[in-house]
């Protein structure tokens, strides 16, 4: 058979939203076409909220130290809050408006981010508290982390955790040089505590974010409509609203697949399904070495159909050649219609003989039927063009498609109600009309 000697670039093949190297929702909700098209956020603008619900609580908590302090509920000097909470607003303001002017946000950002969390956590505890109460800064730690663990992934969300152990220790270690009777035993098991919580949480949110991260590429598939792939479940392990929302993309998937992929008028698959069934199908050939055959067919004066005796005729006719089409191919072949009386046939593992045969099939079975409408019965006629080819590399899907269009042009310049199979020079050596197949050499 013959093979192209030119193929069209192959087309830039898609990119999952997940990361490999960083694994993270921030990531696969960052800049990438398919999160821009569905409106999603990216990590700055993630940045950018979380840090006016920062500047929110560190407003809220420097205030009421300050009140409680004002009115002798608390004791303890106020002038920490005085000083603390505007330096943390004041650098978290900084952070998060030179993300925002460059609409990214780097790895080291975040960890800054993270460090200025604790930092200032802590220093208003070691400032304002008893040493009694120094717990206090783990629990408000667990408030940083949540910030951190929900988009950014392991490192920021691991730096909240290392450094507020590392911070509760130094706390009590300073209190016990000041001469506080520290019960090592009890910290100990206290900050055994806080890790667990701690990494326990992160463990959950990892799970959610790879979850999120399946259901979300599942969606960037359906966009594209490719519904081929199920969201696991995992309701053994997992039963929450993100298994939930999942197990209801899974019931409508069908549906979804069926409005998206199908032709409504024929109920045959439209062009997008059969793109998508075509590049599955190269694929296959590719990895078995087969060969693989295209029809390319169309109506022939479908405009003057039309306009004789009326679109809703027109529907009727395009209905029943997809029937015969279907009729006329063999179990396992693809029937599309991607045009207004334009029809593709795909036929897996074909050669040229096996297409000849079918394409000999639909000619008889056009020419021998009788087409009913509302108008009365009507006699139609096809053009058909053939494309076989060893399929050898994925990218030679376009080259097939040009050849069996080509062909079909050839058919039509023929004369049309006729199937020509595509040759090298297939224009340049047109015969005039004849009927039957023609093979041109």
Not at 390 to 407: K, P
Request: proline share 5%; hydrophobic share 50%.
């Amino acid at each position: 058979m013959p093979t192209s000697t030119t193929r069209p670039s192959p087309p830039e093949p898609h990119r999952p939203f997940t990361d490999p190297a960083l694994a993270t929702l921030g990531r696969i909700l960052g800049h990438t076409p398919h999160a821009t098209s569905a409106g999603l956020l990216n990590n700055a603008e993630i940045v950018v909220w979380q840090s006016s619900r920062r500047l929110v609580i560190a407003l809220a908590i420097g205030t009421i130290g300050v009140l409680l302090h004002l009115f002798g509920i608390a004791k303890g000097p106020s002038w920490p809050f005085l000083a603390v909470v505007p330096v943390y607003i004041g650098v978290v303001a900084l952070l998060t408006v030179s993300i925002e002017r460059r609409h990214q946000v780097t790895r080291a950002a975040l960890v800054v981010l993270a460090l200025t969390d604790v930092a200032a956590i802590f220093a208003t505890v070691a400032l304002v508290t008893p040493p009694a109460f120094y717990l206090r800064a783990l629990l408000l730690s667990l408030l940083a982390l949540q910030f951190t663990q929900m988009f950014f992934g392991r490192s920021p969300a691991l730096t909240v955790v290392v450094t507020s152990a590392l911070a509760y220790i130094g706390l009590m270690i300073g209190a016990w040089e000041l001469g506080m009777n520290v019960n090592w035993i009890e910290q100990g098991w206290l900050l055994a505590l806080y890790l667990l919580v701690a990494l326990n949480g992160m463990a959950l949110q990892a799970s959610a974010n790879r979850r999120l991260a399946a259901l979300v590429d599942l969606f960037a598939a359906a966009q594209r409509g490719d519904f081929s792939r199920t969201f696991v479940e995992e309701r053994d392990r997992e039963p929450d609203g993100i298994t939930l929302l999942g197990r209801a993309y899974n019931h409508l998937r069908s549906e979804l697949a069926t409005m998206v992929l199908t032709d409504t008028l024929t109920g045959c698959l439209n062009r997008r399904g059969f793109e998508q069934v075509l590049n599955q199908t190269v694929s296959l050939s590719m990895r078995r070495g087969g060969e693989l055959t295209l029809l390319a067919i169309d109506i022939d004066h479908f405009k003057a159909i039309n306009d004789t005796v009326g679109h809703l005729a027109g529907d009727a006719i395009l209905r029943e050649l997809a029937e015969l089409l279907s009729q006329s191919s063999r179990p396992g072949d693809v029937v599309a219609r991607v045009g207004g009386e334009e029809f593709v046939v795909l036929l897996p593992g074909a050669d040229s003989e096996d297409a000849g045969v079918v394409a000999e099939r639909v000619m008889a079975n056009v020419r021998g039927h009788t087409f009913r409408t509302a108008r009365g019965r009507q006699q139609v006629s096809v053009s058909l063009g053939i494309a076989s080819e060893q399929i050898i590399d994925a990218h030679m899907t376009g080259a097939l498609r040009a050849r069996a269009d080509e062909a079909l042009y050839v058919a039509k310049r023929l004369g049309r109600n006729r199937a020509v199979m595509w040759a090298p020079g297939i224009r340049s050596n047109a015969t005039p009309p004849w009927t039957g197949i023609s093979t041109t050499l």
